[in-house]
């Protein structure tokens, strides 16, 4: 956990009583860490946009006193982010082979044949179940994302136009059959309804089959500082003690944990249906005691984050005001979500970096939202030889480094991470 302060911690702080938790209801809810306000992350701007004014909701998430569940208050619409969204996972080639990786061994996990189905919640572009398309393996994708639905069925994968609720999930059982493994990853934190999806995902679920999810674990975003990482589309943040009790409201018992490295640490979390009774494995102990050992089974173990992160945006900023004034030019690598939590946080603009570029070509001629800074293809970065690069999505640091190594190599650029604490990297490792 983070160091000790004699101020007092923000987690002990009077609660606020106007909100309530979204798992157990209680109104005992107390400051995490107040990022201010800004867009919804995700929100790109067109040019026409730039002229006209943006919605701004407070980015501050508080943890529940009683069943410590860290969550931000529902105050954006999951149907206007996601309708249309700008995130393709296939763009991220690291991702994609994660995502073989995991089919491979959930085949062996879950005795998948050909007979078998597996159905993927928010399935984004069939970054997954292209795999097990591969396999000869019935696969459905529930996605809510109409164009990137679009490019899932465009790479074969059945895919469903759809939000997970109860009766979504009832509707895919009457029309498919029970799923031998449901997947669900990196959505869990991206609906506010946390009981009624854990119930869509059971109504899928064969009464013997599985289910997997993939979600950022907040004892990593805690320990490395990963504060970007909030932001409005992410409605909560788990342990496996909150994820194990969100799970438990749908009918699921948490059966095995893996910690894996994806988008900076995360939590694979292995459920079956309640009716099963099976047992949590020795993984889930091991895993729950080391979040006890970091302070995470109190409320008051989450104090200290939020003067970290300000420590965090005190040094990017002096790096870029340092820059600017020895007339270096900076530019990003990047435009994910997490990236604009970092950049309207810190309160970075044009000035300080000249733009962004991103392999996403939805992107390309939008700006950032809140900050409006722009966004080019990558060849940019060749094309003007900028002196360093801020690298927003750095959960994929081996990934970019390995990509931009031999073009900023060529006159000496360097790669800036600012996350979990300032790093400035020469990609080809000279002195």
């Known amino acids: 956990m983070t160091s000790s302060t004699t101020e007092r911690p923000a987690a002990a702080q009077a609660p606020d009583v106007t909100l309530s938790c979204r798992l157990c209801g209680s109104t005992d809810l107390r400051s995490f860490v107040d990022l201010g306000a800004t867009p919804p992350c995700e929100l790109f701007l067109t040019a026409d946009a730039l002229e006209r004014a943006e919605a701004t909701f407070p980015l501050h998430p508080r943890v529940c006193g009683s069943c410590l569940l860290v969550q931000l208050p529902p105050l954006i619409d999951p149907g206007e982010t996601f309708t249309e969204y700008a995130y393709f996972s296939s763009f991220s080639s690291s991702w994609v082979e994660h995502a073989r990786r995991f089919v491979d061994a959930a085949v062996e996990r ?15 572009d069939g970054y997954l179940l292209q795999h097990v398309v591969a396999r000869g393996i019935r696969a459905l994708g529930v996605e809510p994302s109409v164009n990137v639905g679009e490019a899932a069925r465009a790479k074969g994968v059945p895919t469903l136009t759809a939000f997970l609720s109860p009766d979504t999930g009832a509707t895919v059982r009457a029309t498919h059959g029970p799923a031998a493994l449901v ?9 506010p309804d946390v009981a009624g999806f854990a119930q869509g995902l059971r109504a899928m679920v064969a009464d013997d089959g ?3 999810i993939e979600v950022q ?3 990593t975003l805690v320990r490395l500082r990963q504060f ?3 932001y409005h589309e992410h409605f909560q943040y788990y342990t496996v003690a ?18 894996v490295p994806t988008h900076g640490g995360s939590i694979r979390l292995w459920a079956r249906p309640r009716e099963l009774g099976a047992a949590p494995g020795p993984a889930v102990a ?32 002096r790096f870029l005001i340092d820059a600017a004034d020895a007339g270096r030019t900076v530019v990003g690598y990047g435009a994910p979500g997490k990236g604009n939590t970092l950049l309207n946080y810190c309160g970075i603009r044009p000035d300080l970096l000249a733009y962004t570029v991103d392999r996403n070509p939805y992107k390309h001629g939008r700006f950032t939202p809140g900050t409006r800074i722009p966004i080019h293809a990558p060849e940019r970065i060749e094309a003007d030889r900028p002196d360093y690069v801020l690298v927003l999505p750095w959960n994929l640091r081996e990934e970019i480094t390995a990509q931009l190594a031999p073009v900023v190599g060529r006159w000496g650029g360097k790669l800036v991470f600012p996350i979990p604490a300032l790093e400035v990297v ?6």
């Open 183 to 191: 997947v669900a990853n990196n959505v869990f934190a991206h609906i």
């Open 242 to 259: 909150t994820a194990q009790r969100a799970l438990a409201a749908g009918g699921l018992d948490l059966v095995d944990v893996e910690l």
């Open 228 to 230: 970007d990482t909030i």
């Open 110 to 124: 879950a005795g998948l044949t050909t007979d078998s189905l597996v159905v993927e919640a928010a399935s984004n």
């Open 210 to 212: 599985w289910v997997s």
């Open 286 to 317: 091991a895993v729950l005691a080391e979040e006890a050992a970091a302070g995470l089974d109190t409320v008051e173990g989450h104090a200290g984050f939020a003067r970290d992160v300000s420590r965090i945006r005190n040094d990017l900023m």
């Open 217 to 219: 674990h907040l004892l």
């Open 426 to 431: 020469d990609p080809v490792g000279r002195t």
